[in-house]
């Protein structure tokens, strides 16, 4: 995908574009990108709702953030 939200941002943005999705569930180990992610709230909801998640360092999930 690249490296850095930028890069995670423009290809969420692709995704979107090519699949019109109503629900996105990102998970991320990188706790900027998984907030670049859950700013897009502001551009796609309530069309889109985003559920973000991070991950931890030995495979835990933690609700971060989104809009739903």
């Not at 490296?3 to 998970?27: C, H, L, R, T, W």
Request: contains cysteine; hydrophobic residues 35%.
């Amino acid at each position: 995908i690249g490296e850095g939200p930028s890069a995670k941002i423009a290809a969420m943005e692709n995704y979107i574009d090519v699949y019109s999705p109503q629900n996105i569930y990102f998970y991320d180990d990188n706790l900027r990108n998984v907030q670049a992610i859950a700013s897009m709230c502001q551009k796609h909801f309530p069309q889109i709702t985003f559920r973000t998640f991070k991950v931890d360092k030995t495979g835990n999930v933690s609700l971060d953030g989104g809009c739903w």
